[in-house]
């Protein structure tokens, strides 16, 4: 598993972005792809996660209505779709490929971890 995060940029505050994770190996169909984000001088935290399958998908109550993730298996890649975006997302996004077919919030579910991507939410 060799993961490829982009999509980050700069975007006014309620704007909207697609983060992209790209398994350029071609292996990660079978494990469960988590996104992560960590802002200067704060630790990294926990946006979204979905299964292997794409049948199951978490989120963070703070993006929870606004952040949807969705994954292309054929393309194998996995998507964030972000609306509504806040100041307050402005962050590092970094994707993460699961132990198993199933993870959830904690990074250490998660082996194999992609560059991030910047996302900057301007007020």
């Known amino acids: 598993v060799q993961l490829q995060a982009s999509g980050g940029g700069l975007v006014q505050a309620g704007g909207s972005l697609r983060l992209s994770c790209v398994d350029s190996?071609?292996?990660?169909?079978?494990?469960?792809v988590g996104w992560f984000r960590q802002a200067p001088g704060k630790e990294r935290e926990f946006v979204a996660a979905i299964s292997w399958r794409g049948d199951s998908t978490s989120y963070a109550d703070s993006v929870k209505g606004r952040f949807t993730i969705f994954r292309d298996r054929t393309k194998h890649a996995v998507y964030l779709q972000m609306h509504s975006l806040k100041p307050e997302d402005t962050a590092g996004y970094y994707c993460a490929a699961g132990r198993s077919s199933y993870a959830g919030s904690s990074s250490r579910e998660y082996r194999y971890w992609g560059q991030g991507t910047l996302v900057t939410v301007s007020s």
């Open positions: 190996r071609r292996t990660f169909s079978n494990n469960a």
